[in-house]
T-cell receptor, first 115, second 115 residues
Framework: AQSVTQLDSQVPVFEEAPVELRCNYSSSVSVYLFWYVQYPNQGLQLLLKYLSGSTLVKGINGFEAEFNKSQTSFHLRKPSVHISDTAEYFCAVSDWDGGYNKLIFGAGTRLAVHP | GAVVSQHPSRVICKSGTSVKIECRSLDFQATTMFWYRQFPKQSLMLMATSNEGSKATYEQGVEKDKFLINHASLTLSTLTVTSAHPEDSSFYIC???????????FGPGTRLTVT
């Protein structure tokens, strides 16, 4: 079964600074990877996804992520963050288990953007 | 984009009563729906996977008689917490996936408080 590791539980950063949120997954023949964002007391919103093709994936709100098969990583980046980016970010990998396809989530990274 | 709604957004009930939470896909047909539970400052824990017209598949450790899931149509799944107790208090989130796609679209969540 797949697993996902988000290396940083919290990432503080100043407004307009760049940020990288790290995500590593366990190896597999093929993977589908996702980043979701969760604002307080809300559900999850899909930021971006990697299914195949270009390893650099662009998402909403200026975020992008790079799929690195050799390092089994899918780090999320943004060149300049805003206060409104403060939220919880979850990396997820699609996994097949007992004939069912489901998402395996990382523990989450709390991004705190300070003025 | 795909929209998933949940109702109610917040519910308070007394210990021993049952609560039903609805999850609807508004602009697509959800062949598969998922129910998650999220504790404060933690990641999402998958409770069960349901496919339209068939019985739900529960994750290990989730009591199927306590958390009843019905996926009667391609746009509606319900989770009923039976004989609720204070330890069932949590944030419950549903998601839906269209056939042939890998990403899940999440509802806004339901905050359940059992007194």
């Amino acid at each position: 079964a797949q697993s996902v590791t988000q290396l940083d539980s919290q990432v503080p950063v100043f407004e307009e600074a760049p940020v990288e949120l790290r995500c590593n997954y366990s190896s597999s023949v093929s993977v589908y990877l996702f980043w979701y964002v969760q604002y307080p007391n809300q559900g999850l919103q899909l930021l971006l996804k990697y299914l195949s093709g270009s390893t650099l994936v662009k998402g909403i709100n200026g975020f992008e992520a790079e799929f690195n098969k050799s390092q089994t990583s899918f780090h999320l980046r943004k060149p300049s963050v805003h206060i409104s980016d403060t939220a919880e970010y979850f990396c997820a990998v699609s996994d097949w288990d007992g004939g069912y396809n489901k998402l395996i989530f990382g523990a989450g990274t709390r991004l705190a953007v300070h003025p | 984009g795909a929209v998933v709604s949940q109702h109610p957004s917040r519910v308070i009930c007394k210990s021993g009563t049952s609560v039903k939470i609805e999850c609807r896909s508004l602009d697509f047909q959800a062949t598969t729906m998922f129910w998650y539970r999220q504790f404060p400052k933690q990641s999402l824990m998958l409770m069960a996977t349901s496919n339209e017209g068939s019985k739900a598949t529960y994750e290990q450790g989730v009591e199927k008689d306590k958390f009843l899931i019905n996926h009667a149509s391609l746009t509606l799944s319900t989770l009923t917490v039976t004989s609720a107790h204070p330890e069932d208090s949590s944030f419950y989130i549903c998601s839906a996936r269209d056939q042939g796609f890998h990403e899940q679209y999440f509802g806004p969540g339901t905050r359940l408080t059992v007194t």
